[in-house]
């Protein structure tokens, strides 16, 4: 699937009344610092004169991704391509290469900060950047791409769901485990350990990003994992990265609740992604897998979430194996119930979750526009108070010497 994201750029660029020069990535979902580059091909006069936004919104903020040598290559390799009364002295590449992603725009800017577009909220990375140089910008990108993504779900006459033709009680999609993504090794190896395989539909790919899970080397150690032969348990998972930015009716038409595994769970940042917001758009119940408080998040936003039929305590637990623990035991719970109480349980959650398809449908788009409107307002007020060309000046110094 092809995602024109440079459309959704296009109209934060217009939706807010100032004059920004836009970085992304491009192809989306890359962060090689060779990826950042502009959204369309400004005057170069603009580069100097106008706030600079990078647009960080697709994959969680990572300061220290990029090491300082990785940002000075980059910027030897885009200024080698200039001209030679453009070439900057090692003094002024230095320099520059200490901006982090600025170095990759334009560090003769006439405003101190660059604008850092970002998804995520409670981050200490956001705090880490704005320390940095960086004027963040809060808003729900995802939000407002899975609205596009997952359109038809409002139209789809198979999404009005028969409990009668349900044959598992949870769904489960889980591609990779790399990363961030680790702890969903050790929910496959508790779906086993607790005779939960069978009420599930999900499958397991054992390698991610070239390796094997056999040989992942856990960044949390209480993660780890004692069996060695999950793909014995599961049919192969063959879905390719772009997955979750569509729905498979079958999936959702022959099965109770959505185990969402998010990008991010063993951290305190709030971040959730489209992978939260497709069983919203379907009308599906779900349990999420993400970082503490995730489902107040969703609150914010008008929805609701099940904890009247469903013990949501899980959301509240700090510890990442801990709170994986009472997402598995809730659904022991839910997988022991008889027929009879099941259909009432699952009655129950779809009335919920048909009230949040409306609401994703209806009044979400709105919210998140008009939020980022705001934060984008009140970041200028700060860029126009930092607006004294200091590295500008800086710069031209270094060229002097």
């Known amino acids: 699937m092809t995602v024109p994201l440079d459309r959704l750029y296009h109209y934060l660029a217009d939706v ?42 697709q994959e ?15 910027v030897n390799q885009q200024h080698s391509k200039w001209s030679v009364n453009r070439t900057f002295n090692d003094s002024a590449l230095e320099y520059i290469s200490q901006q982090h992603l600025r170095a990759v725009t334009d560090c003769a800017n006439q405003y101190d900060l660059t604008i850092l577009v970002h998804s ?21 990108s995802h939000a407002v791409i899975a609205q596009d993504w997952f359109r038809y779900a409002k139209h789809d006459p198979t999404l009005n769901f028969k409990f009668s033709n349900f044959k598992q009680d949870f769904l489960i999609y889980n591609r990779a485990w790399s990363g961030t993504r680790e702890y969903r090794l050790s929910l496959v190896e508790k779906l086993i350990s607790n005779d939960l395989v069978k009420n599930c539909k999900t499958s397991f790919n054992p390698v991610d990003q070239q390796l094997c899970y056999t040989s992942h080397c856990f960044a949390n150690k209480k993660f780890n994992i004692q069996n060695y032969q999950l793909e014995n348990h599961f049919p192969l998972n063959t879905y390719s990265a772009d997955a979750s930015a569509d729905y498979v009716t079958e999936d959702y038409a022959e099965t109770g609740i959505e185990i969402v595994l998010e990008t991010l769970f063993d951290d305190d940042r709030w971040h959730l992604t489209e992978k939260t917001l497709r069983p919203i758009a379907c009308g599906k119940p779900f349990m999420l897998a993400a970082t503490p408080g995730s489902l107040q998040y969703l609150k914010n936003y008008g929805f609701e979430t099940f904890a009247d039929v469903i013990d ?9 194996a801990a709170r ?8 022991k719970r839910i997988a022991a119930l008889d027929a009879a109480a099941k259909q009432v349980l699952y009655t129950k959650l779809h009335e919920i979750a048909q009230r949040n398809k409306q609401r ?42």
């Open 16 to 57: 807010v009344n100032h004059d920004l020069v836009i970085y992304r990535w491009a192809p989306h979902g890359s962060r090689k610092l060779e990826h950042l580059t502009q959204l369309t091909k400004y005057p170069e006069y603009q580069w100097y004169e106008n706030p600079i936004a990078i647009f960080h919104d």
């Open 60 to 74: 969680p903020l990572d300061y220290d991704f990029y090491t300082q040598d990785q940002v000075q290559s980059q």
């Open 120 to 140: 995520e909220l409670c981050s200490w990375q956001v705090n880490h950047y704005s320390k940095k140089g960086f004027a963040p910008v809060y808003y729900w």
């Open 312 to 320: 949501e305590t899980y959301d509240t637990i700090a510890d990442g």
């Open 324 to 331: 994986l623990d009472a997402i598995i035991q809730e659904m």
């Open 360 to 401: 994703f449908f209806n009044s979400l788009l709105d919210q998140v526009v008009q939020e980022y409107k705001t934060n984008m307002g009140q970041a200028m007020i700060v860029m126009q108070q930092h607006c004294t060309g200091k590295h500008r000046a800086v710069i031209k110094q270094l060229l002097q010497n």
